[in-house]
């Protein structure tokens, strides 16, 4: 049987609509890749001609901004695939993707999921959902950006990445961000971001120790980001 049959990308994604044919047929053209930690898996402008799936490892995608620095857009985890919109526009990528971790994808070239989207009407439907879903989470971080406050974004981005990639053993974020990258994905300055964590830190909201990150009150933390 074919590895890809198993697979957890399979599993949470749209290729859980493939049978076992296609499955076979995907995993004769596929390609796996072993991505670096700080490695590019695809920059922005680049035409793809294909999608990433992630077996293993979390990378961002980035926007860059006029001013030339990257805003983080979204993060991906494991089970999920990178270039759907792309493939179906037939443009190229409008984000980078970088590895925030050393990761494992496999790369399926475009010519072969074509084909599905021709034999495969529910497969059809799934990619349509997923990238549904990709416009309502960014229509409801442009909202974020616009009515919240940076206190709350900050609030709201520690409870997502503790209930999406879970805790260490110790209790701290499984998901370690650099202050900056932290930033981009609140939409403030470095500096502004550094001085919050520093004040919830006093306010015993968070535990701060180094890069490392504990959420002491999330009951708090919840009623700060409503």
């Given at each position: 049987?074919?590895?890809?049959?198993?697979?957890?990308?399979?599993?949470f994604?749209?290729?859980?609509?493939?049978?076992?044919?296609?499955?076979?047929?995907?995993?004769?053209?596929k390609?796996?890749?072993?991505?670096?930690?700080?490695?590019?898996?695809?920059?922005?402008?680049?035409n793809?001609?294909?999608?990433?799936?992630?077996?293993?490892?979390?990378?961002?995608?980035?926007?860059?901004?006029?001013?030339?620095?990257?805003?983080?857009?979204?993060?991906?985890?494991?089970?999920?695939?990178?270039?759907?919109?792309?493939?179906?526009?037939?443009?190229?990528?409008?984000?980078?993707?970088?590895?925030?971790?050393?990761?494992?994808?496999?790369?399926?070239?475009?010519s072969e999921?074509?084909?599905?989207?021709?034999?495969?009407?529910?497969?059809?439907?799934?990619?349509?959902?997923?990238?549904?879903?990709?416009?309502?989470?960014?229509?409801?971080?442009?909202?974020?950006?616009a009515?919240?406050?940076?206190k709350?974004?900050?609030?709201?981005?520690?409870?997502?990445?503790?209930?999406?990639?879970?805790?260490?053993?110790?209790?701290?974020?499984?998901?370690?961000?650099?202050?900056?990258?932290?930033?981009?994905?609140?939409g403030?300055?470095?500096e502004?971001?550094?001085?919050?964590?520093?004040?919830?830190?006093?306010?015993?909201?968070?535990?701060?120790n180094?890069?490392?990150?504990?959420?002491?009150?999330?009951?708090?933390?919840?009623?700060?980001?409503?």
């Open positions: 049987m074919s590895k890809c049959e198993h697979c957890i990308v399979r599993e994604s749209s290729l859980k609509a493939l049978n076992k044919e296609e499955l076979v047929k995907m995993a004769e053209c390609t796996s890749v072993t991505i670096k930690k700080g490695d590019l898996i695809f920059e922005e402008g680049e793809v001609n294909g999608i990433y799936c992630i077996k293993d490892g979390i990378c961002k995608l980035t926007k860059l901004s006029p001013n030339g620095k990257d805003h983080i857009v979204k993060l991906v985890k494991k089970g999920e695939l990178l270039g759907q919109r792309s493939l179906i526009s037939d443009e190229p990528v409008n984000l980078s993707a970088t590895a925030l971790e050393d990761m494992e994808v496999c790369f399926i070239p475009k999921i074509m084909g599905f989207f021709d034999s495969n009407n529910q497969f059809s439907m799934n990619v349509m959902k997923t990238i549904c879903g990709d416009l309502k989470e960014a229509d409801d971080i442009m909202v974020n950006l009515q919240k406050s940076v709350e974004r900050l609030a709201i981005t520690l409870l997502y990445l503790e209930e999406t990639f879970g805790k260490n053993e110790d209790n701290s974020l499984k998901i370690q961000l650099s202050r900056d990258e932290l930033a981009s994905m609140i403030t300055a470095t502004s971001c550094i001085r919050l964590l520093s004040e919830f830190n006093k306010l015993d909201l968070v535990e701060l180094g890069k490392k990150i504990i959420l002491k009150n999330v009951g708090k933390l919840k009623k700060m980001a409503e």
